[in-house]
């Protein structure tokens, strides 16, 4: 296999990994499963799971390659590392908001920040609030980051308001 990715983000699940990787798929339009590795005898006195059950499943979303690890409950997911979903449109930032946040942490979720069920941090956000918060002109920049706090879901309509001053 040829080498296309040099960084592959590894996340490391209690037993979940195979149902995380199937939802994610099922989540983002340009996903797939690749290759699973199962826990074998050796070593169990270390990782104590049966054999046979799924130890790694690599998987790819957009073009990103993930490794999910059923390692154990020794290692939680914190809001410290989380992935960042770029949208073009509001129906576009509704769709993945409201994929990862069925069965998620409800208090987890703020300025477009969510917590999915397996407790994976993600930001949900428009493309063009980069672009508002970078620009040189500070009045418009904290108006849209005003606009942004108090807000669970981004609204691109509400962000815009603000950021143009209507």
Known sequence: MALTQKITSNLWF???????????VSVFKNGSIGRITRYG???????????????????????????GLNG??????????SFIIDCETQEEIDYY????TDGGDPKAQQCGW????????????????????ADPNDERTKRAMNAMFPMKKLDIAALEKAYNGA
Do not use: C
Not at 97 to 100: E, G, P, Q, R, S
Not at 114 to 133: E, H, I, R, Y
């Open 14 to 24: 209690d037993s979940e990994t195979e149902d995380a990787a199937r939802f994610y």
């Open 72 to 81: 154990g409950p020794i290692f939680q997911f914190n809001e410290a590392i």
């Open 114 to 133: 969510l917590k999915d069920k397996f407790g994976v941090s993600w930001q949900v956000v428009p493309v063009m609030f980069a672009d508002m918060v």
């Open 41 to 67: 005898e050796e070593g169990f006195e270390f990782h104590g799971k049966q054999p046979g059950t799924v130890m790694t499943i690599e998987f790819e979303l957009e073009g990103q390659k993930f490794v």
């Open 97 to 100: 908001w409201d994929k990862l």
